[in-house]
């Protein structure tokens, strides 16, 4: 889209200083993150979360590939980052992504892959949960 600067995307700061960082494809993965999060009676405000606005897509060559701004700029944001968790598609287009952006981050960094528990994104897997928790009453 002409006019975006795709360094910066859809984010959330953590409460306090946190060296965790979340990276979702899009912000309705992050809020249905958040979402799960304080379902389960955690508190979601305690790390990071960022969004990447759209799928990433890598490079033929996955070592000649670069970040996504998003999260370049976002790691030169907030230099104390040095743990991210994964959590694109459960697709082809999120899993290159992830092995990509696993393969190309330079230490310090660790890098989780988390994919969710059930369906093939947060979102679906939100969704699922939020049925089993309260089915529809049949007959009315």
């Known amino acids: 889209m002409n006019g975006t600067d795709k360094h910066f995307s859809f984010s959330i700061p953590a409460g306090n200083e946190c060296s965790k960082l979340h990276l979702f494809e899009s912000a309705i ?13 955690r508190d979601w405000r305690q790390d990071n979360y960022l969004s990447l606005a759209g799928i990433y897509m890598p490079k033929k060559v996955i070592e000649d590939s670069t970040l996504p701004a998003a999260l370049t700029q976002y790691l030169e944001d907030f230099p104390k980052i040095n743990e991210i968790a994964l ?11 992830a092995r990509t952006i696993q393969n190309i981050l330079p230490p310090p960094y660790t890098v989780s892959d988390e994919l969710p528990k059930h ?13 089993s928790q309260c089915p529809r009453k049949h007959g009315r």
């Open 87 to 97: 959590h694109l598609g459960n697709d082809t287009a999120g899993r290159l992504a």
């Open 119 to 131: 369906g093939k994104d947060i979102n679906d897997y939100l969704r699922i949960k939020l049925r």
């Open 29 to 41: 993965y992050l809020l249905s993150y958040c979402t799960l999060e304080l379902l389960s009676g």
